[in-house]
């Protein structure tokens, strides 16, 4: 079983590191990690999470129970899960290799290219989806996949919270909170097939209402029939 020391030792992980874990980590498993957790520890994965993860997680501390012997064996695993993501060149591992490799990397600059994307983002956000072009659409999520490549996915919980389109801010924050794929594609299917419904339903109301009103019907009648439309 690993000392607390390799387990502390993970907040050595960058914050993209960190959110890549949390991806392949169990949510019982993390609770029980955190439990008694050195202040750094807590820092380093709660500050890694979206403020409505970070809420849930902090709720579930405060009342979950763990015996010092099975939160041992849940950083163990998480210890072995790091070691995992190190394998495939996910993560660098261990402290010390990761230490070096900081040492030789110079960070690079944003490139003018990337930097006029997001200025185009920061404008997007604030229209609606119906407002947007077909080309538009694309800039639009081409901009928020290069900030969440260079940045970390969480960075786009900022750009969640000042869009304008629900239906895009809604599966921004799904992924952002670290929601299954197949989770995330059932809800926003749904959605988007009521929202079809609807858009549907309001084109037969039209096709209907002129229809009945070329016939000459009662506006009375009309009115019924629309009613009934939904």
Known sequence: MPTNSSFNDITHLTDREIQTLMRETDHKDLVRSLKGASKDVRSKFLSNMSKRVRTFIEEELKSVEAKPEEVGEVRERIVNQVKQLAAQGQVTWPPAEKLASRSKTKAKKPSKKYLDGQRRLKQQVKRSLSELNYDEINSLLVAMAEKARKEGILAL????????????????????????????????????????????????????AIMAIQSGDNPRIIEHKLEVIF
């Open 157 to 208: 919980e900022s750009v969640g919270q000042g869009m304008a389109e629900p239906f895009i801010k809604d599966a921004v924050q799904l992924a952002v909170d670290g929601t299954e794929p197949d989770l995330i594609i059932d809800i926003m299917k749904t959605w988007m097939n009521s929202l079809m419904h609807e858009h549907e339903t309001k084109y037969k109301k039209v096709i209907e």
